[in-house]
C-alpha cells in the first residue's frame, strides 16, 4: 500500500538562507540508482564520501557553475506547502554518527549515567509521534527497572528502537551522536559551516 504521508526529499546545496540548489546525482558515475527522494537512499549515496568528493564530482559533472559560492550540503523536503530544511543534515562518512546497533550497546553502557539518559530523553518531542517511538521513550524512562537484570536484557528491551520510523531513529541517532561528540571535545559547536568557493581549475 503507499504511504500518502511518505515525504519526498531532496539532497542539496545550500548557498543561502532558504537558498538551495538541487543536483542530478543520477548522472554520476558514483550513483548507484538509490532512491534520492528518500531519507534511507540519500544516506546511502552521502554515508560513502566526504563532503568534499561530492562537490569534486558535481564540479567534474558540470552541474555547478564555475563562480557558485555554496555554504554546504543540505537535505531539504516538501511540508504543508513549503520546502523545509532537515536540521540533521547529510550523513557522511566521517559525520560520526552511531549506527543503529552502536547507537544501542553505548545507551547500555552509559545507562547507569541518570544525567545522560535524562538528557536524551528530553530530545523526544515534536517528530516522535509513532507508537514505537513513545514505546522506546517508555523505556529509557525506566532504564533503572530494566538493568537491574543485566546488561544482555537491557539490550534486548531497547530492540523495540528499530521499529521506530526511519526519520525517528535518525533523527534521534544524530542528536545522541553530536551531544556524545561534544562531551568527548569539550564544544558546544562544531565551528561554524565550512563555506567553499570554486575556483577557476575546477578544484574547491
Known amino acids: 500500500?503507499?504511504?500518502?504521508?511518505?515525504?519526498?526529499?531532496?539532497?542539496?546545496?545550500?548557498?543561502?538562507?532558504?537558498?538551495?540548489?538541487?543536483?542530478?546525482?543520477?548522472?554520476?558515475?558514483?550513483?548507484?540508482?538509490?532512491?534520492?527522494?528518500?531519507?534511507?537512499?540519500?544516506?546511502?549515496?552521502?554515508?560513502?564520501?566526504?563532503?568534499?568528493?561530492?562537490?569534486?564530482?558535481?564540479?567534474?559533472?558540470?552541474?555547478?557553475?564555475?563562480?557558485?559560492?555554496f555554504i554546504e550540503f543540505a537535505i531539504i523536503f516538501y511540508e504543508n506547502g513549503k520546502w523545509r530544511e532537515l536540521?540533521?543534515?547529510?550523513?557522511?562518512?566521517?559525520?560520526?554518527?552511531?549506527?543503529?546497533?552502536?547507537?544501542?550497546?553505548?545507551?547500555?553502557?552509559?545507562?547507569?549515567?541518570?544525567?545522560?539518559?535524562?538528557?536524551?530523553?528530553?530530545?523526544?518531542?515534536?517528530?516522535?509521534?509513532?507508537?514505537?517511538?513513545?514505546?522506546f521513550y517508555m523505556i529509557l524512562k525506566n532504564i533503572e527497572s530494566f538493568r537491574l537484570n543485566g546488561d544482555e536484557y537491557l539490550r534486548r528491551a531497547l530492540e523495540p528502537f528499530k521499529t521506530m520510523d526511519y526519520e525517528e531513529k535518525r533523527k534521534l541517532r544524530a542528536m545522541v551522536s553530536t551531544r556524545v561528540m561534544n562531551e568527548v571535545t569539550g564544544k558546544q559547536n562544531n565551528g561554524g559551516s565550512k563555506v567553499y568557493k570554486i575556483n577557476n581549475n575546477d578544484t574547491i
Open 87 to 135: 536540521k540533521e543534515g547529510p550523513i557522511f562518512i566521517d559525520s560520526h554518527v552511531m549506527k543503529e546497533d552502536e547507537f544501542l550497546d553505548y545507551l547500555v553502557f552509559r545507562s547507569g549515567d541518570k544525567v545522560f539518559i535524562n538528557n536524551v530523553c528530553t530530545l523526544f518531542g515534536k517528530g516522535f509521534t509513532s507508537n514505537a517511538s513513545k514505546q
Open 1 to 69: 500500500m503507499e504511504d500518502n504521508n511518505r515525504k519526498n526529499y531532496l539532497l542539496v546545496i545550500k548557498r543561502g538562507k532558504n537558498d538551495y540548489l538541487p543536483l542530478e546525482w543520477f548522472k554520476s558515475s558514483i550513483y548507484k540508482g538509490q532512491d534520492l527522494n528518500s531519507l534511507l537512499g540519500i544516506d546511502a549515496f552521502t554515508s560513502c564520501y566526504e563532503d568534499y568528493e561530492l562537490i569534486q564530482e558535481a564540479l567534474n559533472l558540470g552541474l555547478v557553475d564555475l563562480d557558485d559560492r
